[in-house]
């Protein structure tokens, strides 16, 4: 077992909306929020935490990072339940190039982002959780 590899190649889909997607607003918005942040040093400090996915056994599992990001996705538009998130994610160009998934790929399941994503035994993490919304 290891992670889910995700791909930088664009698919057919990335590449028909190429265009449109330089005058959306909320991937602007997106692309802000991924320039301010040090994700790699998020990543560094989940992977630490995070002991799904070490073992050599079962399915490959979403990786940290992208399971963060879909927490916080949850927490700054207020998205009230993890299927709403699963839908939003698969709907929303934003939120799939915020995460880095392609078009072509579907979002962690809802019962994925429940049981993993909030069960990281990180210290601190609640506040992530439980601060103030920035949207």
Known sequence: MG????????????????????????????DKLNAAIDWKRVENILL?????????????????????KCMLLQKWFRIPSDPELENQINDRLSFKKFLGLPLSKP?????????ECKSVPIPGIEKCTTSPRFF
């Open 3 to 30: 992670y889910k590899k995700m791909s930088n190649s664009l698919g057919f889909a990335d590449l028909a909306l190429a265009d449109s997607m330089k005058h959306n607003r909320s991937l602007k918005l997106m």
């Open 48 to 68: 630490s935490h995070y002991t799904v996915g070490t073992s050599g056994e079962g399915a490959d599992a979403w990786p940290p990072l992208l399971l963060f």
């Open 107 to 115: 979002s962690p399941d809802h019962s994925t982002c429940q049981w």
